[in-house]
């Protein structure tokens, strides 16, 4: 077994039984809430004279989350709650016992029942009946969890979700986050990866930066972008600059497809050992209209807990110049724009736009970037560097083949040239040969410009 089995094992065996303690914990908070709600024999007068487990010199990773965020006795029930449907789901078991005198359940109980789980999943009202009964005041206080400046709230560890508008805030269901469930049971952080509610994807490469081959303005005005990276905060907090500049930092890339744009995002990434996820906007707009706002929501949040570069593809998609409201849908585009720009704005991290053509991007919105980057198509000479990158060390390249001839030949981005060299070679093992011939390139060549509508 590997050492990083090993860790995540020992990681998982701390989480387990430090778990057990807990649930024992909630299980004894829970019955004194019953007995003192219906006013039955009761060794407590309130429930949170039941102390937690102690976690002190406790070396799993759920109880270095509570340690870091300092979690009390209420944050501690919700966080066990959330946990229970995935951990013990009969734990609450006992809450699904039905009122005699109306026969139906009880509403203080809170809880909903899911598609295909046959427990009872709970509901911020379930964490209010937990934590507060019937005292008004004290129900009153629990609403500071859910508040954007608590723990729960900006590191996104615990939401309630509503999916009916009007109905009372505590009714939401109570969910923990994927990364936190994660890293309270496996003890791994879990990066979340494209699905219907999170419309982004983690992007990573093997290149490095040097097979990018750019101009020497273009590399200049990423090196800016590089330095935000890592000394961002030192410049807002050493130079005391905060008060000026607000923090984050937006930059859109623009140029033909096939330049390099998503390359060096992911790059910017890997140099300032922060993971890139790519939005595909037009993909999010065409398919979850009416659920837009929630799920980019949903990335920006988990972004800004957990320093992401966030790289929005097609930006023009909805970064494009703005409709004229003429209808209920032109409305509601438009405020999905607002949004977006609005949550871009705002967020303290680094945005990427990219988009094949500048003129698409309404100006407003560019005036807003601290950086726009054109990326050319190649000249000859970068063009013979990205042939050389991607076949000069191969070992299989023909006697006949001339990168000069190719690169002075044919105005192709680095895009297209991978796609021609993916070509050449499969067109080679095809017919049985060892080396990629300069005929095989040229038929890549070929096809390659047949698919942008030109001709070779």
Request: aromatic share 10%; charged share 20%.
């Amino acid at each position: 077994m590997c050492n990083g089995a090993e860790a995540q094992a020992a990681h998982m065996a701390a989480n387990a039984a430090t778990l057990d303690r807990e649930l024992v914990w909630f299980g004894e908070v829970l019955q004194a809430r019953t007995c003192l709600h219906f006013e039955q024999p009761c060794a407590w007068s309130a429930v949170d004279q039941i102390a937690p487990p102690q976690l002190d010199g406790d070396e799993s990773p759920y109880a270095a989350v509570v340690r870091e965020c300092a979690f009390g006795f209420a944050e501690r029930v919700l966080l066990v709650l959330a946990l229970i449907p995935h951990v013990r789901p009969q734990a609450l078991d006992t809450l699904f016992v039905r009122n005699r005198n109306l026969d139906r359940s009880f509403t203080e109980f809170g809880g909903w029942k899911g598609r295909t789980h046959g427990g009872f999943l709970p509901t911020g009202e379930t964490a209010a009946f937990v934590l507060a009964g019937a005292n008004v005041a004290k129900r009153l206080e629990m609403l500071a969890l859910f508040e954007p400046e608590h723990a729960f709230q900006r590191r996104s560890i615990l939401r309630l979700d509503h999916d009916a508008p009007g109905e009372p805030f505590l009714s939401g269901s109570l969910f923990i986050s994927t990364e936190y469930l994660h890293r309270m049971t496996t003890g791994v952080w879990h990066k979340p990866d494209y699905n219907v509610s999170f419309p982004a994807k983690l992007i990573t490469t093997r290149l490095g930066w040097g097979d990018l081959v750019l101009g020497r303005d273009v590399l200049a005005e990423i090196a800016a972008l590089r330095t935000w990276a890592d000394k961002g905060a030192t410049l807002l907090g050493d130079w005391r600059l905060e008060k000026s500049i607000k923090p984050g930092y937006r930059s859109l890339f623009y140029g033909p497809p096939g330049t390099g744009k998503t390359l060096t995002a992911t790059l910017i990434g890997q140099a300032a050992q922060r993971d890139v996820y790519r939005i595909d906007l037009s993909m999010v707009v065409s398919k979850f209209i009416g659920e837009t706002e929630k799920n980019l929501a949903n990335v920006f949040d988990q972004a800004q807990n957990r320093q992401w570069i966030l790289f929005f593809d097609e930006a023009d998609a909805l970064f494009g110049k703005r409709t004229s409201t003429s209808s209920s849908n032109d409305r509601y585009a438009n405020q999905e724009v607002s949004y977006l720009l609005q949550r871009v704005e705002d967020f303290p991290g680094i945005v990427i736009l990219a988009t094949n053509l500048k003129a698409n991007i309404d100006d407003a919105f560019a005036r807003r970037f601290q950086s726009l980057v054109y990326f050319p198509m190649p000249d000859v000479s970068q063009r013979l560097r990205l042939w050389q990158g991607m076949l000069g060390d191969t070992g299989r390249v023909g006697p006949d083949v001339d990168f000069g001839a190719l690169a002075a030949a044919h105005e192709l981005s680095g895009g297209a040239i991978a796609n021609v060299v993916r070509y050449g070679a499969i067109h080679a093992l095809q017919a049985g040969q060892e080396t990629i011939s300069m005929a095989d390139l040229r038929k890549g060549i070929s096809k390659e410009l047949r698919k942008e509508g030109r001709t070779a």
